[in-house]
């Protein structure tokens, strides 16, 4: 990144100032492409050395370059991430931590804002998303989660306990893939397996992966729990799953989530990483209800 960062901030600014003189001696000494490539190199080798040593310096170029061309520093950024694809989801994830440090509560406390009876009819509609549990529960979960994100997949494996342990426990799934594009492709084809009635064990599959999964990936998974890859993948660009991702959003929007894992059980919002004991007194209350 900083050697893409003082290539072109350094081109751009650095040298602008001497750029009439150098544009000399290129084309009056060194007529063949090798030579002045090797040249600017040499040059660009002696700047860098330049700037690393002087902060002050390296700091009055990039300014000045930035501000007379604002798109170089979009190029860089563009440049690396699609080198290291990984930058994004780790980054997003160290947000979210952070978030989750500062906002993650115990669903037990009272929500910031109390959700309608109306919006709560329509967050819990299985219309559009996939069910596990007890289909009939008389108390519902409904997950936001996204499975490239870390917390959700230590989230997973409590949600599992939770439906064992509350044959009444009825949980929605809303795919709500904010990491990456990887993330989108997963969940539509993780929405895809209900059309092969394997949801639930393509879900839990994709939560107990380990590191970044991408299309790739998911379909080597579906392909080792015996699931058509083909029609999977073919299924996972029907209009409806591209719905329910844009539908979950919109309802992320209405009660201002910024991050996953987010769940809602009976009435309260839980946002970040919760465990079963703070999980399981809600829903001892909700079946009281």
Known sequence: MKRTLLLSAAFAGLLSFTAQANEAEVEGYYDESEMQGDMMEARMQDIEWVLENNPTLMERVISETLRENPGVIKEIIRDTLLRNPEIVVGSL??????????????????????????????????????????????????????YNCGYCRQFGATLDQLIENNPDLRVV?????????????????????????????????????????NKTSALFIAKTLGLDTKKLEEDAEHPTYWAHIQKTAGFAQEISLKGTPAIIIADDIARGLVSIDQI??????????
Do not use: C
């Not at 959700?115 to 299985?126: D, G, K, Q």
């Not at 394997?198 to 590191?211: I, P, Q, T, V, W």
């Not at 399981?280 to 209800?289: C, E, F, G, M, N």
């Open 173 to 213: 799934h809303r795919e709500w893939p904010i990491l990456s594009q990887d993330s989108v492709a997963v969940a539509k084809l993780a929405l895809a397996a209900q059309e092969q009635d394997g949801y639930e064990k393509m879900h839990k599959a994709l939560m107990e992966s380990k590191g970044v999964v």
């Open 93 to 146: 994830q160290e947000f979210q931590r952070q978030q989750q440090a500062g906002e993650a509560k115990a669903p037990a406390e009272a929500p910031d804002d109390a959700l309608s009876a109306e919006f709560l009819e329509r967050v819990r509609s299985s219309d559009d998303a996939p069910v596990r549990g007890n289909p009939n529960g008389t108390v519902t979960i409904v997950e936001f989660s996204d």
């Open 280 to 289: 399981q007194p809600i829903l001892d209350r909700a079946k009281v209800k």
